[in-house]
């Protein structure tokens, strides 16, 4: 297979498995925000919990996937982005680590206080990491303040606290809303009766805000802020370096690949329309299709992200022309190809398998269920 074919799967690739974590972690991480604020009894929060208890940890693995598939197919981008992130990537793993404990823990003793304690940390680790994740996306588009040195080291010259921008933050808040939005779908193909009512009617709300909050970022994007093209020296089918290339910063050229193929534009729309079926399926009490609508949105702002950004994985704001492609921050052909082999064999299994575990945990859970298995539920 052509170099420049694999490194356009692996962008694909890579591109699938944070899709995969934001719909399948999102509902879990949704469902654990939402604790404190849909659950009023502590029977109604366990009906909660034990609604992704049987699915949370192996749906983490799509973030953990991702961060391997980094590793492996573009070691420049982990290196750059896990060092130059890694105050913020320190906070999402802190806040990681409350959500097995929490699950784990909260039911062990018949407590208010202690069970109280717990759902605060489960909301916490289910809140935070969708947060993080969002400002950080949020930078990429502002471009992230890195160099490489004449010996090819890269050396970050930001900080935490600028992570923290108006743009960014907007991104962070916008992806938490999308995970809630999630959460609250999936509760409504999961729960009956008064907490099902709640959800149903949170996101109604949840996917016009959303709506409103991804065009809002889209016109900033459009108007206030400068995108990033390449302009010469970039070899596509070549191992190149990424450092020899030219990159031009101008106003609206993160919109540019829009304009050469129009065709792209259905993916914001889909995105735009999945919010507001969001809504509008939950108006219509159909759960399913609310959390199908809810998964599109998710996809879409993904895959909008991607197309906007394409070819560049990482810009730098500090040196444009250090910036970091996809087409020369890959390893080498011979370790993409065999990463594509171990794929093609492993994923229908692993797709396969998580199918089968979402298909035998299917059907609604009530209050009554929690109050007759106490002891064997979380």
């Keep these: 297979m052509e170099y420049e074919v694999l490194k356009f799967i692996w962008w694909l690739l890579i591109g699938v498995l944070f899709i995969g974590f934001a719909v399948t972690d999102g509902f879990d991480m949704g469902v654990g925000s939402l604790l404190k604020v849909l659950g009023k009894t502590d029977d109604e929060r366990r009906v909660m919990i034990n609604s992704v208890a049987p699915h949370w940890d192996g749906n983490q693995v799509w973030l953990i996937t991702a961060g391997g598939a980094l590793f492996a197919a573009w070691p420049p981008v982990y290196a750059t982005a896990f060092s130059g992130f890694y105050l913020a990537m320190m906070v999402v793993l802190m806040a990681?680590?409350?959500?097995?404990?929490?699950?784990?823990?909260?039911?062990?003793?018949?407590?208010?206080?202690?069970?109280s304690n717990w759902d605060w940390a489960l909301t916490i680790g289910s809140s935070v990491p969708p947060l993080i994740i969002g400002v950080a996306f949020g930078n990429l588009l502002l471009g992230v303040p890195f160099h490489f040195t004449e010996i090819l080291a890269i050396q970050y010259t930001g900080s935490f606290f600028a992570l923290l921008n108006p743009f960014a933050l907007l991104c962070g808040v916008l992806s938490l809303l999308m995970f809630v939005g999630q959460g609250s779908s999936y509760l409504q193909m999961k729960t009956t009766d008064q907490l099902l009512a709640r959800a149903q009617q949170l996101s109604q709300y949840l996917g016009l805000i959303c709506a409103a909050l991804f065009v809002l970022a889209g016109l900033w994007l459009w108007l206030a802020i400068p995108g990033y093209v390449v302009t010469g020296g970039l070899d596509i089918s070549a191992n190149a370096s990424a450092v020899n290339k030219t990159v031009a910063i101008e106003a609206g050229a993160w919109l540019a690949n829009y304009g050469r193929w129009p065709l792209l534009l259905l993916i914001?729309?889909?995105?735009?329309?999945?919010?507001?079926?969001?809504?509008?399926?939950?108006?219509r009490k159909n759960g399913w299709a609310a959390f199908i609508s809810s998964s599109l949105a998710l996809s879409s702002v993904i895959l909008t992200i991607g197309v906007s950004m394409f070819p560049f994985v990482l810009p730098s704001s500090s040196n444009p022309n250090h910036s970091l492609t996809m087409w020369d921050a890959t390893s080498t052909q011979t370790t993409l190809m065999i990463m594509f082999v171990v794929v093609c064999i492993f994923v229908p299994i692993v797709l396969s398998y998580t199918a089968w575990t979402y298909f035998k945990m299917r059907g609604r859970l009530t209050t009554a269920d929690i109050q007759n298995n106490s002891h064997s539920l979380y």
Excluded: A, H, V
Aim: no cysteine; net charge positive.
């Design 268 to 283: 914001p729309l889909l995105g735009i329309l999945g919010f507001l079926g969001l809504s509008f399926f939950s108006w």
């Design 96 to 115: 990681l680590f409350l959500r097995p404990i929490g699950f784990d823990y909260r039911s062990k003793l018949d407590n208010p206080q202690w069970r």
